[in-house]
T-cell receptor, first 117, second 117 residues
Framework: AQKVTQAQTEISVVEKEDVTLDCVYETRDTTYYLFWYKQPPSGELVFLIRRNSFDEQNEISGRYSWNFQKSTSSFNFTITASQVVDSAVYFCALSDYMDTGRRALTFGSGTRLQVQP | GAGVSQSPSNKVTEKGKDVELRCDPISGHTALYWYRQSLGQGLEFLIYFQGNSAPDKSGLPSDRFSAERTGGSVSTLTIQRTQQEDSAVYLC???????????????FGPGTRLLVL
């Protein structure tokens, strides 16, 4: 069975601080995809990034960066110079990889990030 | 282009009544998923549709839940004889097969918030 663990339930930072959200996953699949989604107060899940199991290159997009390490089964997310607009719940997710094409997501419990002005 | 749309955005019903929730995926997206987000269980996969193939219902919590997808597009999730534990946000997501990697990314609608009294 697949599992995603986000040990940090809630993080509070002051604007301009850097913050890292942790994600640890478990799977027996050799091919899989990892995701981060953002859920702002409006409730809609917003896609941030996708990573496949064969690509361990770190990625940077503006103030966001992601560190994928298969050796520790981790896929951590760092926000540099946080802003109030970054306040949201962030979910890490792992897809299965069925022959039917199904890519159902297993989500972590989410990390609520509060950025104070 | 337009994103995934869901209706109604909110639904209040009495225990024992049936409800129907609608999802309109992104145009051209042949894969469609339903998830449930509840306080106790987090985000859970419910059902998967791919084109005209038989749906994967492995995530449905009971036989009171069913879903259909007409014409490979709009989907309806039906909950019969609703119970208080069915109160949750029901999220729909769609994805597009074809481009490597892109089929793995699910784009979510705003959800339907269901409250069973």
């Amino acid at each position: 069975a697949q599992k995603v663990t986000q040990a940090q339930t809630e993080i509070s930072v002051v604007e301009k601080e850097d913050v890292t959200l942790d994600c640890v996953y478990e799977t027996r699949d050799t091919t899989y995809y990892l995701f981060w989604y953002k859920q702002p107060p409006s409730g809609e899940l917003v896609f941030l990034i996708r990573r496949n199991s064969f690509d361990e290159q770190n990625e940077i997009s503006g103030r966001y960066s992601w560190n994928f390490q298969k050796s520790t089964s981790s896929f951590n997310f760092t926000i540099t110079a946080s802003q109030v607009v970054d306040s949201a719940v962030y979910f890490c997710a792992l897809s299965d990889y069925m022959d039917t094409g199904r890519r159902a997501l297993t989500f972590g419990s989410g990390t609520r990030l509060q950025v104070q002005p | 282009g337009a994103g995934v749309s869901q209706s109604p955005s909110n639904k209040v019903t009495e225990k024992g009544k049936d409800v129907e929730l609608r999802c309109d995926p992104i145009s051209g997206h042949t894969a469609l998923y339903w998830y449930r987000q509840s306080l106790g269980q987090g985000l859970e996969f419910l059902i998967y549709f791919q084109g005209n193939s038989a749906p994967d219902k492995s995530g449905l919590p009971s036989d009171r839940f069913s879903a259909e997808r007409t014409g490979g597009s709009v989907s309806t999730l039906t909950i019969q004889r609703t119970q208080q534990e069915d109160s949750a946000v029901y999220l729909c997501a769609s994805s597009r097969p074809g481009l490597a990697g892109e089929q793995e990314t699910q784009y979510f609608g705003p959800g339907t918030r269901l409250l069973v009294l």
